[in-house]
């Protein structure tokens, strides 16, 4: 394998292809075959849902059954002596595709994913009709043994605007025995035209049992799975970022700094801010910002359905309770929250002290907290 770092791979897990298991999706991979075996199969499949649950992996399981499982092409006669039905997607792992899948050689696979940018040395930001330049190609030419083929592409969100106009043209004349498996974390976002020539299998998150057996599948035990569960919003992929950048203690440290408001404690605040800004874990400061806009999410969530969400930290319930106490207070924080993310975001884009950034949204907290002491 080489060294080029894969865009649809989570640091420290392993990539969809390599796990062959889906966790709580036995509904969607039922759907799918149920439109296999009753010869109902569409050529375009919108794998779609939250960022995290398994999208991608459930693509390269069902990528792995079409291209291993044989063609029934035989006469009405022979039908009577073949296999029965297929139950299920599973493939052996020793399977030739199976292994051929694996080290991306398969050649009646076509993978669209953001390219590796030579000159930058970078991942590009997006998928360039230069990359459909070569699904065209790939299409142009049969199959050698004249069965099914797959593209996968991973993800259609990804697309710039020519490359999901090229994408388009496939899908409305699609060449025979493909099928196209598209996955998708915001499906609103695409092209109407593209998502009306697709069939939609949608994911939903995963509780906290399924997101324990698959952060354990995929090789990271952990401890208590209801409060990963509740910071990662039931997405796999997630909860292991958090798992891996030790999220839940940075989000504890968040409640414990946020209990003292509305007076806020100062110093306590410049530790977690310095400590987002450290150059040897440049991943802190994303972090960091990313557990203050899920706080004040749950934050405003809380306050406006008037339901306390299981705490993710100790003291978290508490702490909303008293700073949410109605849905107009609510409205303040979600209001807080879009603008602190919206300056984030420009800050990150320019370069701005990260330190500096992420204690001036700890005062901006303060100074709501303190408007909502008020009333």
């Known amino acids: 394998m080489s060294d080029i770092p894969e865009p649809d791979r ?11 298991e889906v966790l709580g999706h036995a509904r969607a991979e039922a759907v799918f075959l149920d439109a296999f075996n009753s010869g109902r199969m569409h050529h375009a499949w919108l794998i779609s849902g939250p960022k995290g649950v398994g999208k991608a992996t459930l693509a390269w399981r069902i990528a792995r059954f079409l291209l291993a499982t044989p063609e029934d092409e ?18 052996p792992d020793d399977h030739p595709v199976a292994h051929r899948l694996l080290a991306l050689s398969e050649p009646r696979l076509f993978l669209l994913r953001r390219p590796w940018d030579d000159k930058t040395e970078k991942l590009r930001a997006e998928i360039t009709v230069d990359e459909t330049r070569a699904l065209r190609n790939f299409l142009g030419l049969s199959a050698a043994d004249g069965g099914r083929r797959v593209v996968l592409i991973d993800a259609a969100d990804d697309l710039n605007r020519n490359a999901a106009n090229a994408i388009l043209k496939l899908l409305e004349e699609p060449p025979a025995k493909v099928t196209f498996l598209i996955v998708t974390h915001q499906p609103a976002g695409l092209l109407p035209t593209i998502r009306s020539r697709t069939r939609d299998l949608r994911l939903a998150s995963l509780p906290a049992d399924l997101l324990a057996r698959a952060m354990h599948q995929a090789g990271a035990e952990i401890t208590d799975a209801a409060p990963l ?10 909860a292991f970022r958090l798992t891996h950048l030790q999220g839940l203690d940075q989000y504890g440290r968040l409640v414990r700094l946020l209990a003292t408001l509305p007076q806020l404690d100062r110093p306590m605040a410049r530790v977690l801010a310095d400590a987002a800004s450290d150059r040897k874990r440049p991943e802190a400061f994303d972090l960091t910002v990313t557990l203050i806009d899920l706080f004040l999410a749950r934050l405003a969530r809380a306050g406006t359905t008037r339901e306390i969400p299981p705490e993710a930290a100790p003291g978290e319930a508490a702490l909303i309770e008293r700073l949410a106490a109605d849905p107009a207070i609510a409205r303040e924080w979600a209001d807080l929250a879009q603008h602190l993310g919206l300056r984030a975001r ?9 330190s500096a950034l992420i204690l001036d949204m700890f005062l901006r907290m303060e100074e709501t907290a303190a408007l909502v002491a008020h009333r």
């Open 10 to 20: 989570l640091e420290g897990a392993p990539h969809p292809r390599e796990t062959h």
């Open 74 to 91: 035989g006469p009405d006669s022979a039908k009577l002596f073949a296999p029965p039905p297929p139950r299920n997607l599973d493939i």
């Open 229 to 238: 569960a509740e910071l990662a919003g039931g997405s796999v992929g997630e």
């Open 346 to 354: 420009k800050a990150k884009a320019v370069n701005l002290d990260p």
